[in-house]
């Protein structure tokens, strides 16, 4: 199937930046959606943006006009820009994707979704 190796966080103050970045590998595999998703300490996991193969975007209300998330399909890798970032973006982001991968056992494509080992986001105020 397909793994994700995200990479970028760390510890920023509060209006700077971070870059993160998630590579998927695999054998014989076709992205679909990728997302990034975020978890706060005692918080739920939550949707922070995805971007389709297509590149249409969707990102959520509260990372408006701060974050960009973009892909690289050539390399299948997506990334998320997090500029003016405020302690409230502190949590362990995690990669996710869908995607097609072809099973050599029963010799047909079949639907999956991975996650990422998740990455720390810290901005201190």
């Known amino acids: 199937q397909v793994q994700l190796v995200e990479s970028g966080g760390g510890l920023v103050q509060a209006g700077g930046s971070l870059r993160l970045s998630c590579a998927a590998s695999g054998s014989t595999f076709s992205i679909n959606t990728m997302g990034w998703y975020r978890q706060a300490p005692g918080k739920q996991r939550e949707l922070v943006a995805s971007i389709s193969s297509g590149g249409a975007t969707d990102n959520a209300d509260s990372v408006k006009g701060r974050f960009t998330i973009s892909r690289d399909n050539a390399k299948s890798t997506v990334y998320l820009q997090m500029d003016s970032l405020k302690p409230e973006d502190t949590a362990v982001y995690y990669c996710?994707?869908?995607?097609?991968?072809?099973?050599?056992?029963?010799?047909?494509?079949?639907?999956?979704?991975?996650w990422g080992q998740g990455t720390q986001v810290t901005v201190s105020s």
């Open positions: 996710n994707a869908d995607y097609m991968y072809f099973s050599h056992g029963t010799i047909s494509w079949r639907s999956g979704t991975s």
